[in-house]
Structures are given as C-alpha cells and as structure tokens.
C-alpha cells in the first residue's frame, strides 16, 4: 500500500514569535538541531537546525543514503523549509538540487532552519515514530550545512509524550545531547517510548539494554544475559571494549527485522512475539562490529560521503567477516555447541553452491555493487552472491588456511586482534584488500597471495577438497528432491520481501507473480521475517496450492501457487573420519575456538 503524501507544512513564524525565537548571533560556532515531538503520533516530526552561514550563502544538504549501501534520498521526507537570520526575518531558500538547497544570508552570522519530517519507516534503518514510540535514523531526519570543517553538534528534543524516556549513544549535558561532528552525531540509535531496561558492566564499562514492544512480549532479563555473555566472549577475543558505555535497543514489532551498528550502540528489530528469545545472532554481530567497522575500517570507506555512493570492494571482511565472527562468538559464550557451529558452516556452503553468480561475481565486486541491492532483480542467483554469505564463507576459509599454516597456533582471531592494534586502535584506515592480505600473511608465516586471489579477487571455483581439508572436513554431493517455487525472493531494507526474479515456465509464473511484487502474507500469516523465511513457508506447501498476498502498484491481490517437486544436488559438509591428527586438530579448534600447540586432537 503506497503512502500517502502529506500536505501539512510548517507554517511560517510570526514577526513576535520569530523575535522570541530568533538564535543568538554568534552560538559557539556549533549547529544545534531540535526535534519537536508534539506530532510523533501522526508520524510528522518538527526539526529546528540553528548554525553559522558564513558569507553571503549556505548550502544545506540531505544525505542521500546512511545505515544501509543504497542511495535512499532521504529528502524525500522533508517538507516546509524555511530559514530565517538572527533577527527572524525570512531568508530565500532556493531547492538547487534533490537533496541540497541553498540560503541566501548576506548580513547574517546564524540562521535558523525548520522544517518537517515525514516518520513512517519502521525498521533499523529508518525513522518511524507514532503514539508509542519515535526511533530514529537520525541522517534520515538531519540536514547538515556544507562547510571546510564539520562543525560540533547538539540534539535536543521538545514536546516528548509523557512517560517517554530517552536512549542514545552521546554524552548528554544540559538536557541535550552532544558529538564533535555531524557524523558522529548522527552514529548513534536514538529511541524513545516507555520501555523496559537493564544494565551490566563489561569490564567495568556499563552497557544500557532497552527493550520495547508494543505487546510487551518479550523478555528483557533474556536479552540483557544474552548480550552480556556475548560482550564478555568479546572481550576474551578482543581485549577490553572500545567504548565508555554503549546503548543496546530492541524494537519488538511485526516489521522488517535486522539491526544497525552504531560506534557506541547498536539498534536491533525483532518479531512481536519473542518472549522466549535472546537476539542471540543479531546481538553477537552487531557487538563485533565494534571492532571491524566502527574501529577497523577500510580505506575505500573514508571519508564518509552522505552525498553519493561510497563503493568498497571489502564488504566481504567489514560485513561477511562479522556473520562469521557472530557465530564465533555464540560458540564461545556457550550459546551454541560445535555440532551446531558446523551445521551453520554446512548450510551456508550449501546455500552458495545454488548461486550460479559464485562464479561470475568476485567478492570485491559484490562490495562494490551492494549499491545495486535495491534493484530487486540484482538479487537474482544467476546475478549477484551477497558479500554477507561470501565472506562469512571466506572467513571460515581463512581460519582454515591460518590454522593448518601454523598446526592451530595462530587463526582469524589473530588476524583480527592485529588489525585493530594496527588500524583500530590508531584510527587509521586500512587499505582494503592489500592491507588485509599483508596482515594475513604475517599471521601466516608466510605469502597468501594465492588464497586472496582465488577467495576474494576472483569468481574462481573454491577448491573444496583443499579448504576444507585443512579443517578434517569434507563434501558430500547428495541427489535430492525439492520444492521449487520458480522464484527468487529478496529483502531489499525498509522494503519488506520482494519477488526479485521468476523462472520463465517455472510454478511462479504459472500462478502469475512478477518480479517487483511484495509479499505481505502467505497462508494468511505476515510475511515480516525475510526472503528465507517467506521461501520455506511457500515450499512447505508443496502438493497443495499456498495462498500468497501480494501488493503490487498498489493494489493488493491474492495469488496462489502450487510448488512441485523436483530433483537436484544438494552440497553437505561432515567431519571426514579419515582426516590425518594435523587436520583433525584444526577442526576442533576452529569448533572449539581455541589455539593451542600439542592439543589432543578431536
């Protein structure tokens, strides 16, 4: 269902009201936002921005992505600027660009922005607000003024509904909260509702874990021990926490699920009802991204530029590194077992084995192309392999090679923990995949060249019998019969599950889906967890016909489709019970998360 747009603007102040209103001529040279929530619950907030416009005209800007690698245009929400000078007096604002608009201020020092956002985008990487909550994207709500310096920022907030409490990632003085940076200001998850909240320490650093569900049907005892187990496999791995305290959300809501990583915070959506879960998946990989993203990053992704794409061909390590290392450290707080971990290992091998693109794509390329990920047709198997499950599987690969180079010594642990002494603790980028291949290599003993090329330069076919033999693990090729939908289905942020692509002559095509169509439920129930879950809820139904509600243009419908089933190789990876003592040492290590010479072997 389209949203409507909306026609209310922010009327224009009064001569008396500007003149009460007006900011002060000279404020310190920072840029100070307000966000008015007097009209949260209808979606609409009110934004006041006062900072310097040095010369005879500013250039204001509206980030075009953040949170998500997609332009989003996030000017889209913005309706009703105006600007006034320092004594109220309106300024011309002329639109010289989609996302840029430019006010003209010859005798003024500081000006004075409003306008309106529109709220209506529940998700991690969004602004949605309503009667029982506001939750913020802040770069999807922020403008910020073009200048040789980033100015200092402070954020306050008016109008907040009673019983609303407030959580973000920044130092609060005054009752408003402040960053060195527009960028800094806008890293951090903002949230506020009547929600539930504990608090642990990790290594004497506290950590804030707020929960809210409109249903309430959650368990925030669960979630706060969950997370403090994974902080504390964290800080085993990585040493003490980069942070003075860190803000964790949860946001429990029948909406598009995931979660964001913030420098000092993270914001994680969940189902509605989850009262017996801990986000243990989510939680872990966001809490890794304190280091690899936030701490160790790479070259091609500084500086940041909100106003177009900013392409890294290291997506693989920044992002599919990270999936590994949360199962990692799942594994290492106790949270799931080896034969779990290897299970885990065994899907994803098998889920990219189905990807024709695996050998056209390198995994710098899926980097670089992420931006295409809005494009519901990129997400084809034929297309693209997402550098999530690519290098999360090059992750495990290398901890292989490090391993079996060394006869368990050293790991990927290693190579983490000399990336950030490196690059994370001296905030110094590092250069994409030549840094990360120097960094291995010295982990190694020696050149891995080869491994780079053929992993992470190159769409080459894996040597299977080779990687996983490092590992006392092998492939087994099985003929099985499946369902097949004759569809590909995608999760593009913000925009729920996509019908991406459909198999011409395929069970799809037959019931009449085309590429573009959204799920909304399938047998009468929501379609919210993602493309993987709304695939497996089709194919359960096959031999009969599986009701799917659609929207498309608009206009929703009700298709029915009838899955056959089919036969095809499906890819499985065991222990090999043949595998020589060397081998079988680095398996149990990677299963066990450890490193240490002379090991009994598994």
């Given amino acids: 269902m389209?949203?409507?747009?909306?026609?209310?603007?922010?009327?224009?102040?009064a001569p008396a009201e500007a003149d009460a209103a007006a900011p002060e001529k000279r404020f310190g040279g920072a840029t100070h936002y307000?966000?008015?929530?007097a009209e949260s619950a209808a979606g609409r907030l009110g934004v006041t921005v006062e900072t310097d416009c040095p010369g005879a005209a500013c250039t204001l800007h509206m980030p075009a992505w953040s949170a998500t690698y997609q332009i989003r245009d996030f000017s889209r929400f913005v309706q009703g600027l105006e600007a006034r000078d320092g004594d109220g007096e309106p300024l011309p604002v002329t639109r010289t660009a989609p996302n840029d608009w430019r006010v003209k201020a010859p005798n003024a020092d500081r000006i004075r922005v409003t306008y309106q956002v529109r709220a209506d985008r529940p998700s991690p990487f969004g602004a949605y607000a309503d009667a029982n909550q506001v939750t913020?994207?802040?770069?999807?709500?922020?403008?910020?003024?073009?200048a040789p310096e980033d100015p200092s920022c402070t954020l306050g907030f008016t109008s907040v509904p009673e019983g609303f409490r407030q959580a973000l990632a920044l130092d609060e003085a005054g009752g408003r909260y402040a960053a060195p940076t527009y960028e800094r200001l806008v890293d951090t998850p903002v949230h506020l509702s009547r929600f539930e909240e504990r608090r642990f320490e990790v290594a004497g650093k506290p950590?804030?874990?707020?929960?809210?569900?409109?249903?309430?049907?959650?368990?925030v005892d669960l979630l706060a021990s969950t997370a403090e187990r994974l902080f504390g496999a964290a800080w085993r791995l990585m040493g003490p926490p980069p942070f003075e305290r860190y803000t964790l959300v949860y946001v429990f809501a029948d909406e598009n699920g995931g979660g964001m990583e913030y420098r000092d915070g993270a914001l994680i959506f969940g189902p509605a009802d989850c009262g017996s879960c801990g986000m243990a998946s989510l939680t872990a990989h966001e809490i890794f991204?304190?280091?690899?993203?936030k701490r160790i990053r790479p070259a091609s992704m500084e500086p940041i530029d909100f106003s177009r794409e900013n392409p890294s061909p290291s997506l693989w390590f920044a992002e599919g590194v990270t999936s590994a290392y949360s199962r990692y450290l799942q594994r290492m707080s106790g949270l799931t077992t080896s034969d779990q971990l290897l299970e885990e290992f065994s899907e994803l091998v098998g889920e990219y084995m189905t990807r024709p693109a695996r050998l056209t794509q390198s995994a710098e390329e899926a980097g670089v192309e992420a931006w295409l990920e809005r494009y519901p047709d990129y997400s084809r198997a034929d297309r693209s392999v997402s550098y999530y499950m690519r290098g999360e599987l090059i992750g495990h690969l290398l901890d292989f090679t490090l391993r079996a180079r060394t006869e368990n010594r050293r790991s990927l642990d290693d190579l983490l923990r000399l990336l950030d002494e490196r690059y994370g603790q001296t905030g110094l980028?590092?250069?994409?995949?030549?840094?990360?291949?120097?960094?291995?290599a010295e982990i190694a003993g020696g050149s891995m060249r080869e491994e780079f090329q053929e992993l992470v330069q190159t769409p080459a076919a894996i040597d299977w019998d080779r990687y996983l033999g490092y590992a006392g693990l092998r492939m087994e090729r099985l003929t099985i019969d499946r369902v097949d939908a004759g569809m590909t289905l995608a999760g593009p942020p913000g925009k729920g599950v996509l019908v991406a692509a459909v198999r011409p002559g395929g069970a799809a095509e037959a019931a009449g889906f085309r590429p573009g169509d959204r799920l909304l439920r399938i047998d009468r129930k929501r379609a919210v967890s993602g493309p993987s879950d709304a695939a497996r809820r089709i194919e359960r139904g096959a031999g009969r016909d599986v009701e799917?509600?659609?929207?498309?243009?608009?206009?929703?419908m009700v298709l029915n489709i009838a899955p056959p089933v089919v036969s095809s190789t499906s890819y499985r990876v065991v222990r090999d019970s043949g595998a020589e003592e060397a081998a079988r040492l680095v398996r149990r290590g990677w299963l066990e998360r450890w490193t240490a010479p002379?090991?009994?072997?598994?």
């Fill in 34 to 37: 307000t966000l008015d929530l």
């Fill in 548 to 556: 799917v509600k659609i929207e498309r243009a608009g206009i929703e």
């Fill in 207 to 219: 950590v804030r874990v707020v929960a809210f569900g409109r249903t309430r049907r959650f368990n």
């Fill in 136 to 146: 913020l994207n802040l770069a999807q709500a922020l403008i910020y003024r073009e």
């Fill in 2 to 13: 389209r949203h409507a747009a909306l026609l209310l603007l922010l009327a224009p102040l």
């Fill in 598 to 602: 002379g090991s009994r072997p598994n």
């Fill in 289 to 293: 991204h304190l280091w690899n993203v």
């Fill in 429 to 440: 980028p590092y250069e994409d995949t030549d840094a990360l291949e120097q960094a291995a």
